[in-house]
T-cell receptor
């Protein structure tokens, strides 16, 4: 069964600083990987996805993520954080085949941005 | 594209009562998922529909839970004889099926509180 680990429960950065959120996954085949962002009381918004091909994927809001098969990682990065980026971030792996793409999520990382 | 719509946004009920939530997916999407999210956790998969057929149910979905998608459009999730442990955010997501693992688009969820 697939699983996702987000080692950092809470990260605090200053506005304008760079950001990296870690994600490690466990999946027996080629993974489909996603990053979602959730603001308090809201649903999840898709930031970016990796299906195949180029291992560096670009997303919305200036985010990018790099798939590293050898490390089973899919870390999210942003070169300069804005105060509006404060939210909770979830990494997820999608199951193909007979599991019809259901997602397994990590525990989430809460991002706090200091002015 | 009006997005995934969920109603109600909040539901407060007494233990032992029945509750029903509704999800209206993006109109051209034929895959519909339900997830449950408790405080401090990532969403957990509950069940999945392709058109009107319920193709997978998580073992998290006890006999008190039932989901339907009668005409392959909107879906309902009913919880009978609610318990304290049912308090959570219930999220609905939809996706297309052009390829496996199309990104899922989430609604804003229904927050259930059991008194």
């Amino acid at each position: 069964a697939q699983s996702v680990t987000q080692p950092d429960i809470h990260i605090t950065v200053s506005e304008g600083a760079s950001l990296e959120l870690r994600c490690n996954y466990s999946y027996g085949a080629t993974p489909y990987l996603f990053w979602y962002v959730q603001s308090p009381g809201q649903g999840l918004q898709l930031l970016l996805k990796y299906f195949s091909g180029d291992t560096l994927v670009q997303g919305i809001k200036g985010f990018e993520a790099e798939f590293k098969r050898s490390q089973s990682s899919f870390n999210l990065r942003k070169p300069s954080v804005h105060w509006s980026d404060a939210a909770e971030y979830f990494c997820a792996v999608g199951a193909g085949g007979t599991s019809y793409g259901k997602l397994t999520f990590g525990q989430g990382t809460i991002l706090t941005v200091h002015p | 594209d009006t997005g995934v719509s969920q109603n109600p946004r909040h539901k407060i009920t007494k233990r032992g009562q029945n509750v029903t939530f509704r999800c209206d997916p993006i109109s051209e999407h034929n895959r519909l998922y339900w997830y449950r999210q408790t405080l401090g956790q990532g969403p957990e998969f509950l069940t999945y529909f392709q058109n009107e057929a319920q193709l997978e149910k998580s073992r998290l979905l006890s006999d008190r839970f039932s989901a339907e998608r009668p005409k392959g459009s909107f879906s309902t999730l009913e919880i009978q004889r609610t318990e304290q442990g049912d308090s959570a955010m219930y999220l609905c997501a939809s996706s297309g099926t052009a390829i496996s693992n199309q990104p899922q688009h989430f609604g804003d969820g229904t927050r259930l509180s059991i008194l």
